[in-house]
Structure formats: C-alpha cells, structure tokens
C-alpha cells in the first residue's frame, strides 16, 4: 500500500513591516515631491530605481543618489482586463522599473517614450505614481 499525499488548502496571512532604510527612504521621500531618485554606486557608477543600499555588482555600499527625470521607455508590457504592467527604462537608469502603464492617447508598442503621471496626494508611497502614460510619437 503506497502512502497517500494529502494536502489542505488554505490562506494565511503574514503581516509584515520593516524599516525602508536610507536608500529606499530618499526614493520614498522624493515620490512625495515628485521626484524620481536613484542610487549611484561610487565604484562601478550604476544608477538604480529604486535606490539600492549596496551595490550588487561590486558590493559598495552606496551613499550617492541622484534625480532623475522621470521619462523612459517602455521595455515590455503585460495586459489583463483592465491594466497594463511596463517595465521601463528610466532615462538615467542602469536598471528597469516597473509600474502601470496607460496608453493615454500615445501607441503601447515597446521602446515608446513614457513619463510619470503623478497622484495630486502623496503619501511616500511606489503608488504617488498613479501610472506611467505613453507620450504621443
Ligand atoms: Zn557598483
């Protein structure tokens, strides 16, 4: 007689907060001033959003951020039913971002030019973007 493999389904819930830290605080930080902050690594000079603490690459820890300008374009997209995911390059960026993305007018192909649109309440959070909007050309 083999062994049966049973298995109960069910849903958990596991809350968690941690501390942001300095790098993901200046981003969180500059979303309420509508700004786009990356961190700058000191030795290879990668730029990324969000902010990173140490670099991956080098393993520097990183303590230079700069402002970007918040334009980029489009990598990739994904749509379910009702919205679109991008993952964008950010114009100064070394990495990609990923946020919601509305064709608002503009063509969703990959590589078109997209720039932030921004809630009029902020509140330090990745959704102070409301989304990224694809710019006509
Ligand atoms: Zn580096």
């Avoid at 690459?57 to 303590?63: A, D, G, S």
């Amino acid at each position: 007689m083999s062994a049966a493999h049973w298995s109960v389904r069910q849903r958990i819930e596991i809350p968690f907060q941690y501390t942001a830290g300095p790098a993901v605080t200046r981003f969180l930080q500059g979303l309420t001033d509508q700004k786009i902050v990356a961190s700058v690594c000191s030795k290879c000079g990668r730029r990324s959003v969000p902010p990173l603490s140490f670099c991956g690459r080098c393993w520097q820890p990183v303590t230079e951020f700069r402002e970007l300008t918040g334009t980029g374009q489009l990598l990739s997209y994904s749509s379910s039913a009702d919205r679109t995911f991008g993952l964008i390059h950010l114009d100064g960026a070394d990495s990609s971002f990923l946020h919601w993305v509305v064709a608002d007018g503009g063509r969703l192909k990959i590589g078109s030019p997209v720039e932030p649109v921004w809630r009029s309440e902020r509140s330090a959070s990745i959704l102070d973007i409301e989304h990224f909007r694809v710019l006509a050309g």
